[in-house]
């Protein structure tokens, strides 16, 4: 089993719509639970992150995470055709240098 | 004023070769990270310097070295290009311990092909 599980995709939806993308891991260690957006050939950026559990929201992005389920998401509400893009999921632990492993990214189309 | 960049952005090269990638990064940064991303955009970590000292270092053939001559460099050096070394390669710098999700800046990607 992989650490991070993510659903590649592809995912597409219209214009206005509510997105909701999502991680599952594996190591009880993750503590710290991000969100990088990965324009097409560009490197990836910083969206979000999380420590621990809980919700946090941001603009139209909420980020959860249930470490009791080992699950994350991100949700972007009124989805804009700017938001096309690849989504990669990110954790790390203390004690690891910070070392962050990704997940396999989710690859979003927002359709005007 | 790029914030981590990499050259060359793409490299086409033929099997059994040497090449290298350079990294810059002008943020200030104490830690310097190389990543791969495959076909499927799968980003994996294979190295990460801290203050010019290797800290992560990933289950990646030895024919991958990197280099770090200060802490605004990070280059990587590949010897005997294999067809499977074929991937977009990212730098990225952060500060490793100025919040503990540990942001990290991405340089634009190196493509490298073997042929």
């Given at each position: 089993q992989k650490e991070v599980e993510q659903d590649p995709g592809p995912l597409s939806v219209p214009e206005g719509a509510i997105v909701s993308l999502n991680c599952t891991y594996?190591?009880?260690?993750?503590q710290y639970f991000m969100w990088y957006r990965q324009y097409s050939r560009k490197g990836p950026e910083l969206l979000m992150y999380t420590y621990s559990s809980g919700n946090k929201e941001d603009g139209r992005f909420t980020a959860q995470v249930d470490k009791s389920s080992k699950y994350i998401s991100l949700f972007i509400r009124d989805?804009?055709?700017?938001?096309?893009a690849t989504y990669l999921c990110a954790m790390s632990a203390s004690g690891s240098n910070y070392k962050l492993t990704f997940g396999k990214g989710t690859l979003l189309t927002v359709n005007p | 004023d790029t914030a981590v960049s990499q050259t060359p952005k793409y490299l086409v090269t033929q099997m059994g070769n040497d090449k290298s990638i350079k990294c810059e990064q002008?943020?200030?940064?104490?830690t310097m990270y190389w990543y791969k991303q495959d076909s499927k955009k799968f980003l994996k970590i294979m190295f990460s310097y801290n203050n010019k000292e290797l800290i992560i270092n990933e289950t990646?053939?030895?024919r991958f070295s990197p280099k770090s001559p200060d802490k605004a460099h990070l280059n990587l050096h590949i010897n005997s290009?294999?067809?499977?070394?074929?991937a977009v390669y990212f730098c990225a710098s952060s500060q490793?311990?100025?919040?503990?999700?540990?942001e990290q800046f991405f340089g634009p990607g190196t493509r490298l092909t073997v042929l």
């Open positions: 594996s190591n009880s260690a993750f989805s804009q055709p700017s938001d096309s | 002008n943020l200030g940064h104490d990646v053939p030895n290009l294999e067809l499977g070394d074929s490793l311990l100025q919040a503990p999700y540990n």
